[in-house]
């Protein structure tokens, strides 16, 4: 049992290492912001697009880009999320409904 536990934990481990080779790209506002993340979660890199405005911008126009980088973000991030689930799911069925958060 105990080798069983070993072995899962190392499956484990490779699979989370595995995870932050994984590169997933949100989108929002029609593709004006990118945001690149891995499958770990951690963001590297937010691109907006320069003609994101057609004018010089005004306070709406910076509140409209905090959303939509908000959006990309959040895009991202459950693309990570969806993953890790990938990723992860075969071990955590293994676990025997042991109820650990996140599997």
Known sequence: MMK????????????????AD????GTAGGGAVKVQATGDGQVLAVTIDPDIFDGPPDADDFEMLGDT????????????????????????????GLGLPGM
Do not use: F, S, W
């Open 22 to 25: 994984v590169e997933v790209e």
């Open 69 to 96: 980088v908000t959006a990309a973000l959040n895009d991202a991030l459950t693309k990570a999320r969806t993953a890790q689930e990938q990723a992860m799911g075969p071990l955590a069925g293994g676990m025997g």
């Open 4 to 19: 069983q536990a070993q072995k899962m934990a190392a499956d484990m481990q490779r699979a989370q290492e595995a995870l």
